[in-house]
């Protein structure tokens, strides 16, 4: 834990742009979900486009999440995952030695600037390192 600091990543997508994105990806999504506005299905229709949607947005921001761990870690000596809470699909502490404390904090800024304005990036530290211990 010598000359080693903890930064916390929480990070969010905004919602609206991940449903937009869905339906603009998904030709079954958008086919069910014109359907519904032309009341063209029966009356479940509208929770199985929330099941469909709700799979595909956890699937996408899991992958994001494992690219954006993938990422930092290369310059961690160690990650802690947490479960994320509210609207965030990423919770998770690094352990960054002094010597990679500028690699990470690039690379991290990196990242939240290619991802775009619908995420939120937001990061902690540098802090003791407690989830460590």
Not at 12 to 27: F, G, K, Y
Not at 48 to 77: M, Y
Request: charged content about 25%; glycine content about 6%; some cysteine.
């Amino acid at each position: 834990m010598e000359g080693c600091a903890e930064y916390h990543l929480k990070a969010s997508e905004d919602e609206e742009a991940l449903l937009r994105q869905i339906l603009e990806d998904s030709s079954e999504a958008r086919e069910l979900n014109d359907d519904i506005r032309n009341g063209a299905v029966g009356p479940d229709a509208p929770l199985v486009l929330g099941e469909l949607v709700a799979k595909e947005a956890q699937a996408r921001q899991n992958a994001l999440a494992t690219g954006v761990v993938e990422a930092l870690s290369a310059f961690a000596r160690e990650q802690e995952i947490s479960q994320p809470t509210g609207g965030d699909f990423l919770s998770a502490s690094f352990l960054v030695s002094e010597d990679q404390d500028e690699l990470f904090l690039t690379t991290e800024l990196s990242l939240a600037n290619q991802m775009g304005d619908e995420f939120q990036f937001r990061l902690h530290g540098p802090l003791p390192p407690y989830s460590f211990v």
